[in-house]
């Protein structure tokens, strides 16, 4: 009997019938499509949140996890969260303080967060090669107009990783070549209420006036699909 050899990390986690694929999912539109759609495509995933402790991040994480039941199945393995504080980097920032947020007038460079995708990125990259998993997915557009979502970013980060752990991580964007139009139109069929976008929450709702809800509103109005979010501020 001729046997093939097991690459030596491929064993429990990509059993069965399709290679699980690690997801980072904050629950915001973006992710929480791509979530669908892998789960769609009959992929099994592997979601990772990390807290960074941002001023949203506890409706983030709630809305998450409603999300995350809502998709529940076989395919989709329980969250796993990773702590990663930046609050003693952030110091001051608006993200940690919730003061003087971007509102809907501001452009979109406005909501960066320095390093944001390396600081999401490192801790998955490294659980997927403890435990057995080869791609990690990402769910930034083509249009994101900051400098660590670039192509170059994440084939040097990649690169970078898989000298730092001697492993052979893929990291995937399914959306880049996408608009956000395309993006909704992929997720018109999901329950999108259950998504959350606010940087500003008013009592666990979408602010309804910060940079992100004008984003969201937005993106509901091109694609021409109901808005069913609750927002605390009307438009
Ligand atoms: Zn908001």
């Known amino acids: 009997m001729i046997s093939t050899p097991h690459p030596p990390n491929a064993a429990q986690p990509n059993s069965g019938p399709s290679p699980t694929v690690g997801l980072l999912v904050s629950g915001g539109l973006d992710s929480g499509i791509l979530l669908g759609k892998l789960l769609g495509e009959g992929r099994r995933v592997q979601p990772f949140y990390v807290r960074a402790g941002l001023f949203w991040e ?4 709630a ?9 529940a199945s076989d395919l989709l393995r329980p969250l796993v969260e990773f702590e990663m504080p930046l609050t003693d980097v952030y110091r001051d920032h608006w993200s940690v303080t919730g003061r003087d947020v ?65 492993g052979n991580l893929r990291i995937t964007r399914p959306f880049a070549p996408l ?48 808005d069913r979010t609750r927002y605390a501020a009307a438009r």
């Not at 506890?58 to 994480?61: G, I, K, S």
């Not at 809305?63 to 998709?71: E, K, P, S, T, V």
């Open 58 to 61: 506890q409706h983030e994480l």
């Open 63 to 71: 809305a998450l996890r409603r999300l995350l039941d809502h998709f």
């Open 102 to 166: 971007p509102d809907a007038a501001t452009p979109d460079e406005a909501v960066y967060l320095p390093a944001r995708n390396a600081l999401l990125v490192i801790k998955a990259a490294v659980w997927c090669g403890l435990n057995g998993i080869d791609e990690l997915a990402l769910a930034p557009l083509g249009s994101n107009p900051f400098a660590d979502a670039t192509p170059e970013f994440f084939h040097g980060f990649e690169q970078s990783l898989n000298l730092a752990t001697t």
């Open 179 to 226: 608009h956000k139009n395309d993006v909704m139109q992929i997720g018109r069929d999901f329950p999108l209420e259950l998504t959350f976008s606010c940087i500003a929450p008013i009592a666990g709702l979408h602010c309804g006036v910060c940079n992100k809800c004008a984003e969201r509103r937005e993106a509901f109005r091109r694609a021409q699909l109901i």
